[in-house]
């Protein structure tokens, strides 16, 4: 732990503001829509709802702060991408259909920096694109398989490109560089800056938002909480890992880790060494995703899966703080990025995603019961949640269009195993991905087999 023994053990980004809490729950209260999780899923769509129809009476729930989950913690790539494979959605609707759903992921991006501006929230939003590097010949083949397939399925040479080892290197400056992949939607951001930000334009939009008030259950209509119990015709549940602790949720979604560090701010000759002159985010094509951005104030904040999930779905702050799978990220980080060898580390942190049975992220809302969820996206939901966020409060409003038509609307996902099965799955399946990873980093030659056998143990055959 020699260069990270003094860093701060908060996210970056929530270690830079000043974060005073709403007050709880006063007591009983009745509303026309009860929002579960202050998170980006729970305030977008309380944004968009009041927007859409401001006279309703719409109450947000979070059980900590507005971003104290993965939304105050992440990497800030508000990136165009969807988990779940675009021949998945297809099979759903149709390959148009799904093209035009992944446009409307990338506009999501577009629409958070129209947000942004509109309602003067400072989160050093910076499009630059995100690119990913191919650093041996498994990852390269990947790369221009990856390419043909995007080609095949309709995607602009504007949107996603191949670019040359020159090119790549440009952009990033990592060790063995072979090519790389550029994709135009992407903005770096501070996602706490986002998400506070957000929840204060949800409060001016006319929103009510109790924080500190934990939800125990939600039964049609009412939702229980520490403080007392707000009935509402209508209730969406955005908690994404933190489900397991609500009523009759516990297989709901697979809480998995991910750790980051960042640096101190980077003087510029490092900088300059570095590239990422217009703050795309980058990572590379390993099995095991690693994840980076340039910060507005010039450090690299660094992201990569280590130690994936903990027995019985628990979410501890020693489980984010795994010191072994921060060693591993700044490892993987210098492995990348030599130059940042001695730069110090400032700060390490930790957060839960949350991964549905199915691998595949969704929304659904029942007229009905009044009953919502959205969310299930896996490692990438800032962009997403946006998208979904929006849609959700359409579908409350009765709104009829491309969002509420779009594939991923109405997903179902089946209960994960009960344990061990859940435990066994998740850790053999990650212990063969980084075996895959080391064994093309050393050999050079492709560890399919592995690739394949890991999604059968994790269960993305579904
Ligand atoms: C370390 C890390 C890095 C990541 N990097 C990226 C990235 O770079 N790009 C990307 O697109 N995605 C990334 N992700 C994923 C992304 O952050 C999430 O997909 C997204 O933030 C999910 O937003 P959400 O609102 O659905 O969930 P969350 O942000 O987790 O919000 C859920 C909220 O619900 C609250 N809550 C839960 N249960 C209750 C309850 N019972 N009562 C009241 N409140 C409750 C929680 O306190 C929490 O605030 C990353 C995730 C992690 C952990």
Redesign the pocket.
Known sequence: MSQLADATTTALWLDRLDIDRRDPLPGDETADVAI????????WTAYYLRRIAPELRVVV???????????????????G?LAGSFEQYAKRSSKAEALRQARLVFDAVDEIGRVIAAEGIDADYAKGGTIYVARNAPQEQRMRDEIAHVRAQGFTDDEIRLVDADEARTLLNATNVRAGIHLAACAAID?AKL?RGLADAVERAGATIYEQ????SIDDGVVR?EHGVVTAPVVVR??????R??QGERRTMLPV????IATEPLPPDVIAEIGLADRP?FGDTRHMVI?G?RTADDRIAF?AAGLPYQYASRITRAGELHEASHQHVHDVLVDLLPVLADARITHR??????IPRNWTPGLDFDPDTGRGW??G?????????NLAGRTMADLITRQHNERTAAPWVGARARAWEPEPLRWLGVRASRAILRRADDHEFRTDREASLSFRLSRLLRGAWS
């Open positions: 579960v999780g202050g998170g980006f899923s729970g305030l729930l979070e059980k900590d702060f507005c971003g104290f989950g993965a939304s105050g913690r992440n990497g800030g790539w508000a990136v991408e996602p998400v008030t934990a939800v125990s909480t955005a908690t994404e890992a933190y489900s602790d609500l880790y991910s750790r980051m985010t994840y951005q992201g942190w930790g957060g839960v995603l949350g959205l969310g996206y896996v490692g990438e939901g800032v962009a997403p949640s």
